[in-house]
């Protein structure tokens, strides 16, 4: 037998059985190159956030009419929403009409402020690929932004100089690459998933010249499994957290009594994958 690489082809000398096992074994090598993989990919971006915004504000005024000074006290001022929603306030005052005991008391007022909110977002980016046994299938779902990536100023005698700017290219959204190779029954699939988003661009300046740095969050993967045919592979377990909280109160942060208030707000990103492999 001689294979020819440049030609593509293979020559076999032998008895007619030889040349019949070899033209059988030719054949179920073509069918399996020949077959086609169909694989599906999902990327769900689950963002879940979660604020409670809550205070007791008494606003208190001490009138007492046997004696020169009368006494006033301000709560502390209740946290401010990090979102631009409207908390829901209610509350009590006490008359300036009242009369005996409660009188001194004139002119109160009790506020209550409070705020629950519960958000999940869903983004989901999708795509299918068909490919051939052992043939990489690359794809890319998202958007270019070009940037200024480098300034080079060039002198040449007696002619000045002159500046010439180099951009850039970064993507945001979904990208990756899938080869699929069969082996009986089942589909040995290499994956290569790449999930960026652009947070922001800076502008850096130095000695009059400029450039933009971006600012990228990025999530990959890069691993080989195996599937039974039109099976599904999920792969999750990222999450993004970002909690903050603030808390006001007199004396302490944790005084509730004298007014004051808490905000806290939870934001969570998590990133599920989903590959469905099936022959054609």
């Not at 046997?66 to 709560?75: D, L, R, S």
């Not at 994956?191 to 740095?213: D, P, W």
């Amino acid at each position: 037998m001689v294979a020819d690489e440049g030609l593509g082809t293979l020559s076999a000398t032998g008895t007619p059985d030889q040349i019949a096992r070899v033209d059988d074994w030719m054949k179920n090598l073509n069918d399996g190159l020949m077959k086609q993989v169909a694989v599906e990919v999902h990327v769900y971006t689950v963002k879940v956030s979660h604020e409670s915004n809550y205070g007791w504000s008494p606003q208190l005024a001490l009138k007492n009419y046997g004696k020169a000074f009368g006494m006033a006290a301000m709560p502390a001022a209740i946290p401010a929403l990090q979102s631009a929603d409207t908390p829901f306030s209610f509350g009590a005052s006490i008359l300036d009409t009242a009369t005996g005991a409660t009188g001194q008391f004139s002119g109160t007022k009790f506020v209550v402020q409070a705020l629950q909110q519960l958000g999940n977002v869903t983004e989901q980016y999708d795509r299918g690929v068909v490919t051939t046994n052992g043939v990489t299938a690359p794809f890319q779902n998202g958007i270019n932004t070009t940037y200024l990536a480098n300034t080079t100023t060039t002198l040449a005698t007696n002619a000045g100089s002159a500046n010439s700017l180099s951009p850039g290219v970064i993507m945001s959204g979904f990208m990756g690459s899938v080869t699929p190779k069969i082996v009986d029954n089942r589909i040995l699939l290499r994956v290569n998933f790449l999930l960026q988003t652009l947070l922001s661009i800076q502008t850096i300046t130095s000695n009059g010249s400029s450039l933009q740095a971006p600012k990228s969050s990025n999530t990959s993967l890069d691993d080989t499994v195996a599937l039974q045919n039109g099976s599904t592979l999920v792969l999750s377990g990222y999450v993004d957290d970002a909690t903050s909280r603030t808390r006001n109160g007199v004396g302490s942060a944790l005084n509730w009594v004298t007014g004051g208030g808490g905000d806290a707000q939870v934001s969570k990103t998590h990133v599920v994958v989903t590959v469905e492999a099936r022959t054609l």
